[in-house]
């Protein structure tokens, strides 16, 4: 269990752009996959994008599809989401978490979660 930070989120128009960072407090996250996941308002939290330590190679909610782009430098310790043409059903709290390393890539490892950063897309 690593806690996690991210940042980045705000109020953005329809059709503009943001990009989310996620970065380690306390830990690393050397070695596991990473992903991003969102909880809209009034639902469930859903996986939204992972992607893996080496390749790296990435995996995405249909929902998301060709408008945003997870990225993680090793370097820094740190994962992106930039998001691309956002739509106003991309309303959420975005969350950064490891990923379990299972054939779809899409489930989170850590029960923890961090604080989140919130996204706002007005139409």
């Known amino acids: 269990q690593v806690r996690v930070v991210e940042s980045g989120g705000g109020l953005v128009q329809a059709g503009g752009s943001l990009k989310l960072s996620c970065a380690p407090s306390?830990?690393?996250?050397?070695?596991?996959?990473m992903g991003w996941f969102r909880q809209p308002p009034g639902k469930e939290r859903e996986f939204v994008a992972s992607?893996?330590?080496?390749?790296?190679?990435?995996r995405y909610a249909e929902s998301v599809k060709g408008r945003f782009t997870i990225s993680r430098d090793n370097a820094k310790d740190s994962v992106y989401l930039q998001i691309n043409s956002p739509k106003p059903e991309d309303t959420a709290v975005y969350y950064c978490n490891a990923v379990q390393n299972t054939a779809t890539y899409s489930r989170p490892l850590w029960t923890s979660w961090g604080q989140g950063t919130q996204v706002t897309v007005s139409s």
């Open positions: 992607v893996t330590w080496r390749g790296p190679f990435t």
């Open positions: 306390g830990g690393t996250f050397s070695g596991y996959v």
